[in-house]
């Protein structure tokens, strides 16, 4: 059991070139933990506030002022760290304290407490397994909130790996899959300049349906078979799209509006004609109905709630109620703190709802994520492709493998 002694808290920048938190706890005077906080582009209504009137210098000095409570806390209990935070601030969203410092906070803690223990984190977190390896969701084709004019309005279009026997292979496909994509993109957009989007997926000024065509082409072209060495997946983030006044679904790029049960064909045609085996936030984040039908509909594919459900049990509970979701994007800074997210996490084994643990668009080059996916049981890890914060996730997947603790991939197939 290791002892918090010291903090230390900053601004730093994310991948963006924002500002964030980031907080070193030490444990036993000696054990360094640090974590610093993500951020999204396309953020959920009811996602923790991230800093306290917005303002990440109010964080820090609100944080200043109260870290003495945490000292002599037992780093390894992320429920005992928790109950603290909600002494110092009561409030459901951590509007005082900001998401930002819940998040950096509870994972530097359990991150000394790895170091002092000289655990790998994920077996901290879960002493017993069984552990496996999670499928990297490779986001290769995007726009939305992630990129310019032009591209997309489709947020992500994602590959899972999912004939991989080993992690490595897996990592290996979905590049191969990115590259063979930039190849026939520069056959759709001849003025392509490979540019990416914020989590590294191509960027270029073509229509959703050919996003999907192209990455579809990519997936033969690299040698696989769709849907049985790699399946295709994505993210709508329907709640950049939906117009709450006209009640449409705006494909603004596309130019042209879909009504509630129009978007819910389209996602059912497109599920079809890819045999999509993932689709995120397809309709907006109040239609839990929406969401009810697509998961009946598809007993197959994995209808995920991220905005919808916020890493929150409550929205877990509503979701389980009404069969919504057949899977469920887990980001610990949606919830705060990381005992809400394990919270989360329970609840969604308890349901039978498969975990797609998620880093955020801005991202840090930290690692915890890729353990907190193990942890969870997670079938799958959710973290853009490249980029050095994306790739720092997926190369900790690669020396978690070290450890020998690893018993295979999680199982993927039977939703
Ligand atoms: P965000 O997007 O991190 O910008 O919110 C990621 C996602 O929607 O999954
Ligand atoms: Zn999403």
Redesign the pocket.
């Known amino acids: 059991m290791a002892t918090v002694t010291d903090l230390y808290s900053r601004i730093i920048f994310n991948s963006r070139g924002s500002e964030t938190i980031e907080i070193d706890v030490i444990t036993d005077g000696k054990h360094l933990g640090r974590a610093a906080s993500?951020?999204?582009?396309?953020?959920?209504t009811l996602e923790c506030q991230s800093f306290p009137m917005n303002s990440p210098q109010r964080a820090i000095e609100f944080f200043e002022e109260n870290k003495s409570k945490f000292v002599g806390v037992t780093a390894d209990d992320p429920e005992a760290l928790y109950s603290i935070m909600k002494e110092v601030d009561p409030s459901p969203s951590y509007s005082k304290l900001g998401g930002s410092i819940a998040y950096a906070l509870s994972i530097a803690s359990v991150d000394s407490a790895a170091n002092a223990a000289h655990l790998p984190l994920f077996k901290l977190l879960n002493k017993n397994g069984p552990y496996r390896f999670p499928f990297p969701l490779g986001n290769v084709l995007g726009g939305g909130?992630?990129a310019g004019p032009g591209t997309p309005d489709i947020?992500?279009v994602l590959v899972l790996p999912i004939g991989a026997s080993n992690i490595v292979e897996a990592l290996k496909m979905n590049f191969k899959v990115h590259r063979e994509v930039r190849n026939i993109i520069e056959k759709y957009d001849t003025k392509f300049t490979y540019g990416r989007g914020?989590?590294g997926a191509w960027a270029p000024s073509v229509t959703n349906d050919e996003a999907l065509q192209i990455t579809e082409k990519a997936i033969g072209n690299a040698g696989f078979d769709l849907g049985r060495n790699v399946a295709m997946g994505i993210?709508f983030?329907s709640s950049s799209l939906w117009n709450d006044k006209a009640e449409k679904y705006d494909y603004s790029r596309k130019g042209n509006a879909l009504s509630s049960g129009e978007q819910i064909d389209y996602v059912n045609n497109l599920i079809k004609s890819y045999k999509l085996l993932y689709v995120?936030?397809p309709v907006n984040e109040e239609d839990f109905s929406g969401m009810s039908l697509l998961t009946s509909a598809n007993p197959g594919c994995f209808v995920t709630g991220?905005?919808l459900l916020v890493t929150n049990v409550s929205r877990l509970a509503i979701a389980s109620k009404l069969n919504a979701c057949s899977g469920a994007?887990l980001?610990v800074n949606q919830a705060g703190s990381l005992y809400d997210a394990l919270l989360f996490a329970n609840g969604c084994r308890r349901d039978g709802v498969g975990i797609i643990t998620?880093?955020?668009?801005?991202e840090s080059t930290d690692s915890h994520i890729a353990h907190i996916s193990i942890a969870t049981g997670s079938k799958m890890l959710?973290t853009g492709i490249l980029g050095g914060e994306r790739i720092a996730k997926l190369n900790e997947l690669l020396r978690i493998r070290e450890y020998g603790l690893i018993e295979g991939m999680a199982e993927i197939c039977s939703t």
Not at 38 to 44: D, E, L, R, T
């Open positions: 993500p951020s999204g582009a396309s953020v959920g909130a992630h947020q992500e914020d989590e993210d983030a995120e936030d991220d905005d994007i980001k998620s880093h955020r668009s801005g959710k």
